[in-house]
């Protein structure tokens, strides 16, 4: 992916537009900035892919220069360090993607490469301050809980559950913490993993320089990771609390991977049944509605050791060369 390769004006203005615009649908309302934060690096790393290194940091800095000039406006000024980490993922999701990888290497460098970005930023918003990481983290996540608090009453939570989550944030937001290395790596993981897809939706098959990931939806863990899996577990029983959160932090991120196995197998019925695409896409929302469902999903996928739902004869193949 050589840069300015298929440069073109109009798509390099409509690429400048289009992120803008999804940038400030973010803070929009609770409800259309979580969706569209989810999916906010797409439009950059679409366009980095398709025009290349130079034309695609460019119209990132030129969307973000847009975005500064908006929010001092409207006084959101203190949200910019959240939207450059948005568009930074939509530069470092192309820049794996063209080594080639398999699907697990390239979603975890990727990971990786955001995750070293945010503690950057966080190290030095830090001092700036004068505040710990860890105050920093607090506040965060006494904000989110806020903003989630808000996003339920958006979308017309009965308000008497309303009062029980105000009053049992101060529990949540203290358990958060405690293992916020564990949600930090799954969400991030998760972040990019949706990008991912999104970028193999637009390319695979279309362009000739894109990896090739395979049959996603025959996509599985290693069977040793169930050891992994009962270790943590263990520590969970064991009389000593710094344990139990380590085994706590451990168990959300090996459940997380198999949560990964779970949507896996669920894609490979919903093919299998020949399931529509507007039922899929009201599966996907309900789980996002209702997120009692990921534990399902992730008891799926580890339970596949065992039940083996897709009935794979063999291993899949790792695609990591």
Same mark, same amino acid.
Request: charged share 15%; with cysteine.
């Given at each position: 992916m050589?840069?300015g390769?298929?440069?073109?004006v109009?798509? #390099?203005v409509l ?10 649908l973010?803070?929009? !309302?609770?409800i259309?900035?979580?969706v569209?934060?989810l999916?906010?690096?797409? +439009? ?12 695609g940091i460019?119209?990132?800095?030129l969307s973000?220069?847009?975005?500064v000039a ?8 203190e ?6 980490v ?6 470092i999701? +192309?820049e ?5 990888y398999g ?8 990971a ?6 945010i503690?950057?930023?966080l190290?030095w ?5 004068e505040r !710990?990481?860890?105050?920093i ?9 806020k ?5 339920y ?14 009053? !049992?944030?101060?529990e949540?937001a ?11 790596l799954?969400s991030?993981?998760f972040?990019i ?10 390319f695979?098959?279309? *362009? +000739?320089? #894109?990896? *090739? ?10 069977d040793?990771?169930?050891?992994l899996?009962?270790?943590v ?19 959300i991120?090996?459940?997380?991977l198999y ?6 197998i669920?894609?490979?019925f919903?093919r299998k049944k020949?399931?529509p695409?507007?039922?899929?896409a009201?599966?996907?929302a ?9 534990? #399902? ?8 050791i065992?039940?083996d739902?897709?009935?794979?004869n !063999? +291993?899949v193949k790792?695609?990591?060369?």
């Amino acid at each position: 992916m050589d840069a300015g390769r298929n440069f073109n004006v109009k798509e #390099f203005v409509l690429g400048v537009g289009i992120t803008t615009g999804f940038f400030l649908l973010v803070v929009v !309302s609770p409800i259309v900035g979580f969706v569209f934060s989810l999916i906010a690096p797409l +439009p950059i790393a679409y366009f980095y892919w398709k025009m290349g290194r130079i034309p695609g940091i460019a119209l990132f800095a030129l969307s973000f220069g847009l975005l500064v000039a908006v929010f001092q406006i409207g006084g959101f000024v203190e949200s910019l360090p959240f939207f450059l980490v948005l568009g930074s993922a939509g530069i470092i999701i +192309p820049e794996v993607l063209k080594r080639r990888y398999g699907i697990e290497k390239t979603v975890g460098l990727s990971a990786a490469g955001l995750a070293a970005l945010i503690l950057a930023i966080l190290a030095w918003y830090g001092q700036v301050l004068e505040r !710990s990481i860890l105050d920093i983290v607090r506040a965060y996540v006494g904000d989110s809980i806020k903003y989630s608090i808000a996003l339920y009453e958006e979308i017309g939570l009965p308000q008497d559950q309303i009062d029980a989550l105000r009053e !049992s944030a101060p529990e949540v937001a203290g358990w958060i913490v405690n293992h916020a290395a564990a949600l930090f790596l799954t969400s991030t993981t998760f972040f990019i993993w949706l990008n991912v897809l999104g970028m193999r939706l637009f390319f695979q098959g279309r *362009d +000739p320089a #894109f990896p *090739d990931f395979g049959d996603l939806a025959c996509w599985k863990m290693p069977d040793w990771v169930v050891w992994l899996v009962i270790a943590v577990g263990a520590m969970m029983i064991v009389p000593e609390e710094i344990v139990q959160i380590i085994g706590l932090n451990g168990l959300i991120i090996l459940l997380f991977l198999y949560l990964l196995q779970g949507m896996s197998i669920v894609q490979f019925f919903f093919r299998k049944k020949n399931i529509p695409r507007y039922l899929r896409a009201l599966f996907y929302a309900l789980i996002i509605l209702y997120q009692y469902l990921l534990v #399902f999903i992730s008891a799926l996928g580890l339970f596949d050791i065992w039940v083996d739902f897709r009935k794979m004869n !063999s +291993p899949v193949k790792d695609t990591t060369p």
